[in-house]
């Protein structure tokens, strides 16, 4: 993250003219947006902004609701992660609240269960919001188009996709439902991982440090993956990844280039 906080909040302190700044931060898995979004909500509040962050992680779908996704779309979507495993509705919601000034209830999703949390648990955001960092993933995302989606990027999509309709379905999504709800952000900001390789490296790290703090809580740790696991779980995201790598850049408000310990490359 070195370098990318005072870069990002000299640009977010001049884009402050509309008020409430809806912020979108991207990055693959791992890349630090979680952190970074936290560490620039910190030092704007200390200057007396009024922030909050929402996280599209905080959106996804339950068991329940990707499994009956699974039945009647694709296998695939029993995995929480892409496009069409979130509460979209619910995610604009929140945003058109906040935009109309009110306090709204932030959503929480508990990775561990793989559910999420209980509404009494999320945390509120206050009324008249200076800022929301809504970060993720695929914030921003755009559609490939049905002629990119015909040829997999990996054994995942080969083996288990194999007439294309998990990914023809994410596609479409983000065509529609995603579009409607990336479109309230006011300013796309990009964390640019190197490249799609490190990915599985980060996201290890990541499980790694949860599964830490799980045990520090005397919490179950079985909705966390080993290596072998994490390698599957990424392949679900390549795809997008990629495409998000070589298409947003170009149109990014912001672009932060990462090396593979997240420090800013240039």
């Not at 009324?127 to 929301?132: S, T």
Request: charge should be neutral.
């Amino acid at each position: 993250m070195t370098g990318s906080l005072e870069r990002l909040e000299a640009r977010v302190r001049d884009w402050r003219a509309r008020e409430p700044l809806v912020l979108g931060l991207c990055g693959a898995q791992g890349s630090g947006k979680s952190t970074l979004a936290a560490a620039l909500a910190g030092r704007l509040a200390a200057d007396g902004w009024r922030v909050a962050i929402l996280s599209l992680d905080d959106l996804y779908l339950g068991g329940e609701a990707r499994a009956a996704l699974a039945r009647t779309i694709h296998p695939l979507l029993r995995t929480r992660g892409v496009p069409l495993t979130h509460d979209v509705a619910h995610g604009i919601a929140v945003i058109d609240a906040i935009r109309a000034g009110h306090s709204v209830p932030l959503p929480r999703f508990d990775k561990a269960r793989d559910e999420p949390e209980p509404a009494e648990c999320w945390p509120i955001a206050p009324a008249k919001l200076d800022l929301l960092i809504f970060e993720g993933w695929c914030v921003g995302a755009r559609p490939q188009g049905s002629a990119a989606l015909a040829e997999p990027v990996n054994t995942l999509e080969r083996d288990e996709d194999p007439q294309g309709c998990w990914r023809h379905a994410v596609d479409a999504a983000l065509a529609h439902d995603y579009a409607a709800l990336f479109a309230r952000i006011d300013r796309l900001v990009l964390l640019a991982a190197p490249g799609f390789e490190i990915v599985a490296d980060w996201r290890a790290e990541q499980e790694e440090t949860l599964r830490r703090r799980l045990i520090a809580q005397g919490r179950p740790t079985d909705g966390l993956t080993d290596r072998a696991g994490v390698a599957r779980f990424v392949a679900h995201y390549e795809r997008l990844t990629r495409w998000i790598l070589h298409e947003m850049p170009a149109r990014a408000d912001l672009v932060l280039p990462l090396d593979r310990q997240r420090g800013l490359s240039g």
